[in-house]
Protein backbone atom coordinates (compact mmCIF):
# COMPACT_ATOMS: atom_id res chain seq x y z
CA UNK A 1 0.00 0.00 0.00
CA UNK A 2 1.58 3.25 -0.94
CA UNK A 3 0.81 6.43 1.17
CA UNK A 4 2.17 9.16 -1.34
CA UNK A 5 -0.26 12.01 -0.70
CA UNK A 6 1.29 12.67 2.95
CA UNK A 7 4.88 12.36 4.20
CA UNK A 8 7.34 11.78 6.94
CA UNK A 9 9.84 14.34 7.54
CA UNK A 10 12.75 14.35 9.27
CA UNK A 11 15.47 16.06 10.83
CA UNK A 12 19.10 14.90 10.43
CA UNK A 13 21.30 15.78 13.07
CA UNK A 14 20.70 14.45 16.17
CA UNK A 15 17.67 12.55 14.71
CA UNK A 16 19.16 10.07 11.91
CA UNK A 17 22.75 10.48 12.49
CA UNK A 18 24.97 11.71 15.85
CA UNK A 19 25.20 15.49 16.06
CA UNK A 20 28.74 16.24 15.78
CA UNK A 21 28.76 20.46 15.38
CA UNK A 22 28.70 21.13 12.08
CA UNK A 23 29.23 18.12 10.36
CA UNK A 24 30.83 18.49 7.38
CA UNK A 25 32.59 15.46 5.89
CA UNK A 26 31.15 11.73 4.99
CA UNK A 27 33.92 11.05 7.46
CA UNK A 28 31.86 12.10 10.72
CA UNK A 29 28.69 10.67 9.37
CA UNK A 30 27.73 7.98 12.43
CA UNK A 31 24.21 6.64 12.33
CA UNK A 32 22.05 6.91 15.08
CA UNK A 33 21.07 3.11 16.23
CA UNK A 34 17.85 1.61 14.27
CA UNK A 35 17.74 5.20 12.25
CA UNK A 36 18.16 3.45 8.99
CA UNK A 37 15.40 0.38 10.20
CA UNK A 38 13.29 3.00 10.90
CA UNK A 39 13.41 4.26 7.48
CA UNK A 40 13.40 1.67 5.98
CA UNK A 41 10.23 0.31 8.01
CA UNK A 42 8.64 3.65 6.12
CA UNK A 43 10.16 3.03 2.78
CA UNK A 44 7.97 -0.50 2.78
CA UNK A 45 4.97 1.37 3.61
CA UNK A 46 5.41 3.84 0.68
CA UNK A 47 5.73 6.84 2.91
CA UNK A 48 8.18 9.45 1.75
CA UNK A 49 10.71 10.45 3.76
CA UNK A 50 11.80 13.86 3.64
CA UNK A 51 14.93 15.21 5.11
CA UNK A 52 14.38 18.74 6.55
CA UNK A 53 17.74 19.94 8.24
CA UNK A 54 19.25 23.91 8.65
CA UNK A 55 22.71 23.94 7.61
CA UNK A 56 23.61 27.55 8.87
CA UNK A 57 27.23 26.22 8.89
CA UNK A 58 27.51 26.77 4.74
CA UNK A 59 26.25 30.47 5.88
CA UNK A 60 29.03 30.60 8.38
CA UNK A 61 31.78 29.49 5.76
CA UNK A 62 32.52 26.29 7.47
CA UNK A 63 31.56 23.94 4.87
CA UNK A 64 30.17 24.64 1.11
CA UNK A 65 27.32 23.46 -0.90
CA UNK A 66 29.24 20.66 -2.68
CA UNK A 67 30.57 19.42 0.72
CA UNK A 68 26.66 19.14 1.68
CA UNK A 69 25.89 16.81 -0.99
CA UNK A 70 28.68 14.64 -0.33
CA UNK A 71 27.61 14.11 3.02
CA UNK A 72 23.98 13.43 1.56
CA UNK A 73 25.77 11.02 -0.74
CA UNK A 74 27.30 9.51 2.14
CA UNK A 75 24.08 9.05 4.30
CA UNK A 76 22.24 7.78 1.16
CA UNK A 77 25.07 5.32 0.38
CA UNK A 78 24.85 3.92 4.26
CA UNK A 79 20.93 4.08 4.25
CA UNK A 80 21.31 1.75 0.85
CA UNK A 81 23.28 -0.84 2.98
CA UNK A 82 20.26 -1.14 5.20
CA UNK A 83 17.55 -0.96 2.26
CA UNK A 84 16.81 2.27 3.37
CA UNK A 85 16.44 5.66 1.20
CA UNK A 86 15.28 9.37 1.65
CA UNK A 87 13.08 10.90 -1.45
CA UNK A 88 14.25 13.95 -0.75
CA UNK A 89 17.09 16.63 1.15
CA UNK A 90 15.83 20.08 2.09
CA UNK A 91 18.23 22.25 3.45
CA UNK A 92 18.55 25.88 4.82
CA UNK A 93 21.83 27.56 3.88
CA UNK A 94 21.12 30.57 5.91
CA UNK A 95 21.40 31.92 9.33
CA UNK A 96 19.99 35.28 10.23
CA UNK A 97 23.04 37.44 11.52
CA UNK A 98 26.18 35.69 10.88
CA UNK A 99 28.15 34.75 7.95
CA UNK A 100 29.38 35.52 4.46
CA UNK A 101 27.02 36.65 1.35
CA UNK A 102 24.55 35.42 0.21
CA UNK A 103 23.64 33.32 2.81
CA UNK A 104 23.35 36.00 5.52
CA UNK A 105 19.63 36.79 5.63
CA UNK A 106 16.26 35.89 7.47
CA UNK A 107 14.71 33.51 5.14
CA UNK A 108 11.41 31.52 5.36
CA UNK A 109 13.10 28.17 5.22
CA UNK A 110 15.35 27.98 8.09
CA UNK A 111 13.55 26.12 11.12
CA UNK A 112 11.40 26.89 13.49
CA UNK A 113 9.85 28.66 10.00
CA UNK A 114 7.91 25.73 7.99
CA UNK A 115 9.62 26.94 4.69
CA UNK A 116 11.01 23.34 3.63
CA UNK A 117 8.13 21.55 4.58
CA UNK A 118 6.16 23.90 2.62
CA UNK A 119 8.63 23.77 -0.42
CA UNK A 120 7.92 20.11 0.06
CA UNK A 121 3.85 20.38 -0.19
CA UNK A 122 4.65 22.34 -3.37
CA UNK A 123 6.64 20.09 -5.41
CA UNK A 124 4.65 16.63 -4.03
CA UNK A 125 1.48 17.89 -3.14
CA UNK A 126 1.92 16.04 0.46
CA UNK A 127 -1.26 16.77 2.30
CA UNK A 128 0.21 18.26 5.56
CA UNK A 129 -2.40 17.87 7.63
CA UNK A 130 -1.89 14.11 7.46
CA UNK A 131 1.73 14.48 7.56
CA UNK A 132 4.40 14.25 10.11
CA UNK A 133 7.83 16.36 11.18
CA UNK A 134 10.13 14.11 13.62
CA UNK A 135 13.15 15.59 15.24
CA UNK A 136 14.89 16.38 18.55
CA UNK A 137 14.58 20.22 18.96
CA UNK A 138 11.98 22.34 19.77
CA UNK A 139 12.85 24.53 16.67
CA UNK A 140 11.75 20.90 14.52
CA UNK A 141 8.13 20.75 16.53
CA UNK A 142 7.93 24.58 16.04
CA UNK A 143 7.96 24.27 12.31
CA UNK A 144 6.00 20.94 11.60
CA UNK A 145 3.46 23.12 14.21
CA UNK A 146 3.58 25.53 11.98
CA UNK A 147 3.25 23.22 8.86
CA UNK A 148 0.30 21.56 10.58
CA UNK A 149 1.99 17.86 10.93
CA UNK A 150 1.87 15.48 13.41
CA UNK A 151 4.68 16.14 15.68
CA UNK A 152 6.96 13.84 17.11
CA UNK A 153 10.37 14.63 19.51
CA UNK A 154 12.72 12.49 19.65
CA UNK A 155 15.02 11.49 23.12
CA UNK A 156 18.00 11.43 20.21
CA UNK A 157 20.80 14.38 19.86
CA UNK A 158 19.27 17.51 21.96
CA UNK A 159 15.78 15.57 22.34
CA UNK A 160 16.80 15.08 26.06
CA UNK A 161 17.67 18.46 27.21
CA UNK A 162 15.15 19.89 24.80
CA UNK A 163 12.17 17.85 26.08
CA UNK A 164 10.98 20.53 28.61
CA UNK A 165 10.99 23.30 26.11
CA UNK A 166 9.12 21.08 23.56
CA UNK A 167 6.46 19.54 25.57
CA UNK A 168 3.42 21.94 24.41
CA UNK A 169 4.81 21.84 20.71
CA UNK A 170 4.98 17.92 19.67
CA UNK A 171 1.95 15.08 20.09
CA UNK A 172 4.75 12.79 20.99
CA UNK A 173 7.73 11.74 22.36
CA UNK A 174 10.00 8.73 21.55
CA UNK A 175 13.45 7.38 22.51
CA UNK A 176 15.19 7.39 18.76
CA UNK A 177 13.84 8.12 15.38
CA UNK A 178 12.77 3.84 15.46
CA UNK A 179 10.37 5.01 18.00
CA UNK A 180 8.80 7.87 16.26
CA UNK A 181 8.00 5.45 13.13
CA UNK A 182 6.31 2.84 15.07
CA UNK A 183 3.98 5.63 16.36
CA UNK A 184 3.24 6.71 13.16
CA UNK A 185 2.36 3.22 11.90
CA UNK A 186 -0.05 2.77 14.93
CA UNK A 187 -2.13 6.14 13.53
CA UNK A 188 -1.08 5.25 9.41
CA UNK A 189 -2.68 1.70 10.53
CA UNK A 190 -5.68 2.93 11.82
Known amino acids: MDHK ?3 VFVDRDGTINVDVDFLSSPG ?14 LNELGIPVIVVTNQSGIARGLYSEADLAAVHAALDAMLKTAGASVQRYYYCP ?18 PSPGMLLDAQREFGFDLTRSFMVGDKRIDMEAGRAAGTTTVQVGT ?5 EREAAAGLRDQYTADLYGAVQYIKSIVNQ
Request: charged share 30%; proline share 8%; with cysteine.
Open 28 to 41: QLQLIPRSADAIRE
Open 157 to 161: GYGER
Open 94 to 111: HHPSEGIAPYVTACRCRK
Open 5 to 7: DFA
